[in-house]
């Protein structure tokens, strides 16, 4: 390793990160990056090291490996219709602009993993609204005390109408929501008892889970979203969360702050231009506070964790499935996340700015094309991210792995990604 490029290559995306602070986008950032088994960047900008974060769909990857344990055991077949596993799923109703259509096959369990099983998030297409629709009644039911259940939950996604024929195009949706359930069933214990079991606590990752314990809150961060005003009459970084997450604010509190500081050297960064983000009101996705056990285990987005916690499970999945001494997937499940599992047509479907240049497998992004996606990588780097703006990935071939936590509800800068994976891959030689 050259200690010169790792500490220049973290100095560069410190000053990124810090830059973002400063211009108001981010309130703070925490980053790690492990090369050949050792940690070798770890940093923490307006964040406690062990600060709590919710990583939303940086859930699917976790999801996409306790399917894939279920796999190696044949107790999942990914060419078997969903509705072998889960009947509700049986003779869904297609909605095309000529009314309902029945669909033209069975939902398979690979189309799941691969978002082309036309099951889909809120949206403002007519299948979109539909499930709308859907969230919103479970919304308020959360916020007046009633909650879910998981399987219920995916029985009432299944009562809703696909927005296009199984395979005939990528559109990300609650396939991984459906496959957390598809789990529980397979697996008879539910989502959190199997992560736990055979991936949390072989992997010591003490902090993560579906919610944060009491004792915990303390260091679980304030959830922002993003305003779609200049943000002029935010002037300050809230210290406090209100209702329910008062007790879980002190991710980036002035106490939080000095200890950070204290620890690592590095001073914290307030914004100078008026921010563009407010302290969330609401939650995203039928999701509670995660200030307690909920009875909807998201599969696609229902985590939280930590960057040390975070960085074992993508330094496990950087050594083909070994992680903490302990062996979670074999080599060849691993091998199955590095190859693109879209065909040419469903490809062209994605409409995600970050990802160009990337294929999808596995409830993850797959690193396909250098030129296009204009950022450095190689063929098989596999990883995801998440709505409230983490990113990671795990790229074998070079035992790498990187992984950044931010809090931001709707956040996503495709140009800071692609100039903080360069430096990343820049200390590789």
């Known amino acids: 390793m050259n200690s010169k490029r790792i500490d220049r290559a973290a100095d560069c995306m410190e000053t990124i990160l810090r830059e973002e602070i400063a211009g108001g986008g981010l309130p703070g950032a925490s980053f790690a990056v492990l090369y050949k088994g050792v940690t070798v960047m770890k940093r923490h ?3 406690a090291p062990d600060a709590i974060f919710r990583v939303y769909s940086m859930s699917k990857p976790i999801t996409a490996v306790a399917a894939q344990i279920l796999w190696e055991r044949g107790m999942l077949d990914w060419n078997t219709p969903l509705s072998h596993y889960l009947p509700e799923f049986a003779d869904m109703d297609v909605i095309t602009e000529h009314g309902l259509e029945k669909a033209s096959r069975p939902i398979y369990l690979i189309d799941l993993l691969r978002m082309t ?7 403002e297409d007519a299948a979109g609204a539909k499930m709308d629709t ?11 005390g009633k909650q879910t259940p998981t399987q219920e939950f995916c029985r009432l996604i299944a009562q809703q109408p696909l927005a296009f024929h199984p395979g005939e195009r990528w559109r990300y949706g609650l396939s991984c929501d459906v496959m957390g359930a598809v789990i529980e069933k397979v697996a008879d214990q539910p989502l959190s008892e199997f992560y736990e079991k055979e991936i949390f606590r072989p992997l010591d990752m003490k902090d993560t889970g579906f919610y944060v314990p009491k004792e915990k809150q303390a260091r679980f961060t304030t959830l922002y979203e993003q305003t779609a005003a200049t943000g002029a009459d935010i002037n300050s970084i809230p210290q406090t969360a209100s209702g329910a997450d008062a007790s879980a604010s002190s991710g980036i509190t002035a106490g939080a702050n000095t200890q950070f500081a204290a620890a690592s050297g590095s001073q914290p960064i307030k914004a100078s231009s008026p921010l563009r983000y407010k302290e969330a009101v609401g939650r995203h996705l039928c999701l509670t506070k995660c ?3 909920p ?11 930590t960057l040390d916690d975070y960085s074992k499970f993508a330094d496990m999945l950087a050594h083909y499935g070994v992680g903490n001494g302990c062996r979670i997937l074999g080599r060849k499940s691993v091998e199955c996340f590095e190859h693109a599992q879209l065909d040419d047509a469903q490809k062209k479907t994605i409409d995600f700015d970050h ?27 596999f990883g995801w991210d998440g709505w409230t703006g983490p ?3 795990a790229n074998p071939k070079e035992e790498l792995a990187y992984v950044l936590m931010l809090q931001v509800g709707g956040y996503c800068n495709a140009q800071m990604t692609r100039r903080l994976r360069n430096a990343v891959y820049s200390i590789v030689v």
């Open 45 to 47: 900008i307006n964040y």
């Open 295 to 305: 009875a909807f285990e998201s599969g696609g987005a229902g985590i939280v964790s």
């Open 391 to 393: 990113y990671f990935f």
């Open 355 to 381: 990802i160009h240049g990337f294929s999808y497998g596995h409830f993850m992004r797959v690193y396909d094309d250098r030129t296009e996606a204009a950022t450095m990588g190689d063929p098989g780097e």
């Open 117 to 123: 099983s036309g099951i889909v998030y809120p949206g």
């Open 134 to 144: 859907l969230f919103r009644r479970i919304q308020d039911e959360i916020a007046h």
């Open 291 to 293: 200030l307690t056990p």
